[in-house]
């Protein structure tokens, strides 16, 4: 069974750091690009970091750049995005996504995904 889940979300305050996990199960996982989007209450799934399956590339949103870090570890089938300097508007709940090799920054093109990792962060 295909599976993807998220773990480490949380509430926290205004410059905290979080990290979010995503274990992924059932699936050659080193051959998949893993994204990571998100979705704040009345607002579209909007894209936040992706990582290539081969390459290892990885791609920001502006509005994470410098802030983020997506990585992965194929040793244990999990990707992480490390979040730093968090800021009320990253508020939102945090998605895993897989699709097989290259990075996508659409969500229609992506059809693995996990439930979601809430995260709140408070002024």
């Known amino acids: 069974q295909v ?3 998220e773990s480490g979300g949380g509430m926290v305050q205004a410059g905290d750091s979080l990290r979010l996990s995503c274990a992924a199960s059932g699936l050659p996982f080193s051959r998949y690009a893993v ?9 579209e799934r909007e894209f936040v970091a992706a990582r290539s399956g081969i390459s290892g ?10 802030r983020f870090t997506i990585s992965r570890d194929n040793a244990k089938n999990t990707a992480y995005l490390q979040m730093n300097i968090l800021t009320p ?32 962060v408070s002024s």
């Open 89 to 120: 508007e990253d508020t939102a709940v945090y998605y895993c996504a897989a699709r097989p090799l290259t990075v996508i920054f659409s969500p229609d093109e992506y059809d693995l995904w996990g439930r979601g990792t809430q995260v709140t």
């Open 57 to 66: 590339n990885a791609d920001y949103a502006d509005s994470v750049k410098g």
């Open 3 to 5: 599976q993807l889940v």
């Open 35 to 43: 994204a990571w989007f998100r979705q704040a209450p009345g607002k």
